[in-house]
Every structure is written in structure tokens, then in C-alpha cells.
């Protein structure tokens, strides 16, 4: 990916026909390793509109005089006119909640999975009614919890932070328990198995890891997110094992067919990201379609995952509408009734 790619956000798409939340994406936070990079700060620039009185046009507020009677003023107390109306700092919480409104992305959950972020997550959701907030320890992270390192599959060498010699994966767990009961915690997540980034050294500690989250969600009466990544069959395994929560979403689904049958048959969620818009994901588009509607949620995992035609771009909250107007094309549905059962199924599994 060029330098400029990486860099230059996708288009604000023009706004759904009806209203969707993004259940899932990571806004930045304090606690994140690329923050403050993720926000680039070097970047404001003038309103998208300017109001008349802005812009200083005659029918400013005031009448045809008030520039002149401004100027007088202005003369007089020895101020002069405010500076112009600035964009929000590109990657900026304002900067995405504006052009979540602009596209029709009405809120987002954002989640943190790491110990530095679970309590800036919290905090960024309770300062926006627009964000709610899902927290849990990363699959990826169980194991540096319990000191082990080896590398995996995807040849990555993995080292230890600070937090992960000061807590335990046991103590790190009851801090997500403990910041969860914040009104502003829909989720527990995400959680789950990830066999391409760890080790089998480090399978044990991502199950342990795994069942105490599916134990927390139930105990909290709060909706699951899963990760899988390439563990289906032992993330199923788990789930029959202990007994799934009552609302279970699979975020970012990246099974088959035969995968989102069992979900299907289980009342488990499937939430689809970018990835259904690839050229290449014929089986990913057909597990979609054997979703039952009122099972299917939309997301971004932004700033990953990008939906095409963006794909290697960041990915952004708003972006979701790209990805929800794929899929109403996919079923043959309209994109207004597609969205309102969206809005309903994640009504139904957040309360938001």
C-alpha cells in the first residue's frame, strides 16, 4: 500500500435510506499503540459550508447593512470577526461522528481489547451518546497475559508489554468484568480464538481466556463478539460446551456455508464487514445468504477491512453504509427495508 493510500480516507457515500449502527469498529484512544498517530493532526481545513453570516454575504443575519455594522463594531471594541468555521481534525472523534451523520451511521460500538484501552474505550462511550462501548482481553493478547511468546503461523515475534507482566490473564479479565457494568458497555468483546497469529503454545491460554468471557457475558446479561480467526470448529466446540450467552454475534464472520447453518440454527448473530464486497469472497457471500435475516449485523473493524471500492484505504465508521448497501443488493432487497431490519436486529442484540 502506498503512503498515500494509507492515508486518504474513503468517500462519505450518500446517506442511507434509513438509519444503521456499526456494531463494531476501534475508534482511537489514549492506550492505543498508533495513538496519537491514528488522529493526523496536522490536518484542518475550511467547512464543508459556510453559513451566509459566515461567508459574510448580504443576507447575513442583520440585513443588508450588518457587514458594515460589524465592521463598526468591530472598530469600536477592538475586535475583529471570528475566524471561520475549521474542519475537524482529520481521524478526530468529531471528524468520524460528523461523517457517521452525513452517511447514516446513527452510532457505533467501538471496542477495546487490550488493558491500556479498556478504560479510554469506556470513558470515549460515555462521552458521546453516539458510541457505546465493547471490551474484553484480544485472543492475541490471552496469551502474553501468561507469558508466552512463541511465534505463530503468521511468522510475527511477539513481545511483552508492561501491562501484561502486571496482570495476570485472571486479573486482567476482572478489570474488563469490573469496567463492564458502565452503562455505556453493550458488549463483551471481542473474544474468542485466533489460530493464525498464535502459537499452539498459546491455544490453551486463548481457550481459558475464551470460556471466562463467554462466563462474564452470560453473568452480565450482555451480547458476546467473537473473533475466529481460522478456529471455527474449536470456537463452536467452546460455545456448545459452556453454553453460549443469549445473544452471540460472530463479528466480522469469516466462515462458510455449513458455519452460518450451525449459527443459524443456534440464534447466533453473524456480523458481516469489507470483506463481503471482496471480488474473491464468493463463499463468504454465499454463508451471507444463508443467514437468516433477522440474524445478520453490519460492521467496519475499522480502521481494517476497508469495503471495496476502498479497499487499503483507512477504514472509518461511516464506511459501514458501503457495506450495508452491498448487502440489500445481494438479498434483492430494497435498501430501506434492508436497513430498518439492520436497525431492528441490532436493537435486539445491544438495546441501542
Same mark, same amino acid.
Given at each position: ?16 435510506? *434509513?438509519?444503521?449502527? !456499526?456494531? *463494531?469498529?476501534?475508534? %482511537? ?42 465592521? @463598526? ?27 457517521? @451523520? ?25 462521552? *458521546?451518546?453516539r458510541l457505546s462501548a465493547a471490551i474484553a482481553i484480544h485472543p492475541n493478547d490471552a496469551p502474553l497475559h501468561c507469558g508466552v511468546t512463541e511465534t505463530g503461523p503468521d511468522g510475527l515475534a &511477539?513481545?511483552?508489554?508492561?501491562? *501484561? ?9 476482572a478489570l474488563v468484568e469490573e469496567l463492564a457494568r458502565s452503562e455505556a458497555v453493550v458488549a463483551i468483546g471481542e473474544s474468542g480464538l485466533d489460530y493464525f497469529r498464535t502459537a499452539d503454545a ?10 471466562? &468471557? ?6 452480565? !446479561?450482555? %451480547? ?61 457471500? @454465499? ?21 471495496? %471500492? ?18 440489500? @443488493? ?19 442484540v445491544y438495546g441501542i
Amino acid at each position: 500500500m502506498t503512503r498515500k493510500k494509507r492515508s486518504v480516507y474513503p468517500d462519505v457515500p450518500a446517506p442511507l435510506a *434509513h438509519p444503521i449502527v !456499526d456494531d *463494531h469498529t476501534h475508534l %482511537p484512544v489514549p492506550g492505543d499503540r498508533d495513538y496519537p498517530a491514528a488522529v493526523d493532526e496536522g490536518e484542518t481545513g475550511p467547512a464543508e459550508t459556510e453559513s451566509p453570516a459566515r461567508a459574510g454575504k448580504p443576507e447575513a443575519a442583520g440585513g443588508l447593512h450588518a457587514p458594515a455594522a460589524d465592521a @463598526e463594531r468591530d472598530e469600536r471594541d477592538g475586535t475583529g470577526p471570528p475566524d471561520p468555521p475549521t474542519e475537524p481534525v482529520k481521524g478526530s472523534i468529531p471528524w468520524h461522528l460528523a461523517r457517521m @451523520e452525513q452517511a447514516g451511521v446513527r452510532h457505533a460500538v467501538t471496542c477495546g481489547c487490550e488493558v491500556p484501552t479498556l478504560a479510554p474505550t469506556v470513558a470515549l462511550a460515555e462521552a *458521546h451518546p453516539r458510541l457505546s462501548a465493547a471490551i474484553a482481553i484480544h485472543p492475541n493478547d490471552a496469551p502474553l497475559h501468561c507469558g508466552v511468546t512463541e511465534t505463530g503461523p503468521d511468522g510475527l515475534a &511477539h513481545g511483552l508489554d508492561p501491562w *501484561h507482566r502486571d496482570y495476570s490473564l485472571a486479573d486482567a479479565v476482572a478489570l474488563v468484568e469490573e469496567l463492564a457494568r458502565s452503562e455505556a458497555v453493550v458488549a463483551i468483546g471481542e473474544s474468542g480464538l485466533d489460530y493464525f497469529r498464535t502459537a499452539d503454545a498459546g491455544k490453551a491460554a486463548q481457550e481459558e481466556s475464551f470460556k471466562m &468471557h463467554v462466563e462474564l457475558a452470560k453473568a452480565l !446479561d450482555l %451480547p458476546l463478539q467473537i473473533h475466529d480467526r481460522e478456529a471455527h470448529a474449536d470456537c463452536l466446540r467452546i460455545l456448545t460446551e459452556c453454553g453460549a450467552p443469549d445473544r452471540t454475534v460472530f463479528h466480522c464472520f469469516s466462515g462458510d456455508r455449513e458455519m452460518a447453518e450451525v449459527c443459524a440454527d443456534n440464534g447466533w448473530y453473524a456480523s458481516f464487514a469489507g470483506p463481503l464486497t471482496y471480488p474473491a469472497n464468493d463463499s463468504l457471500r @454465499e454463508a451471507f445468504l444463508a443467514v437468516p435475516d433477522r440474524l445478520v449485523l453490519v460492521e467496519t473493524d475499522a480502521p481494517y477491512l476497508t469495503p471495496a %471500492p476502498w479497499r487499503g484505504h483507512p477504514n472509518a465508521p461511516y464506511a459501514a453504509a458501503y457495506t450495508a448497501r452491498f448487502m440489500a @443488493e445481494l438479498r434483492g432487497r430494497d435498501e430501506a427495508s434492508w436497513c430498518e431490519q439492520l436497525e431492528a436486529n441490532t436493537r435486539e442484540v445491544y438495546g441501542i
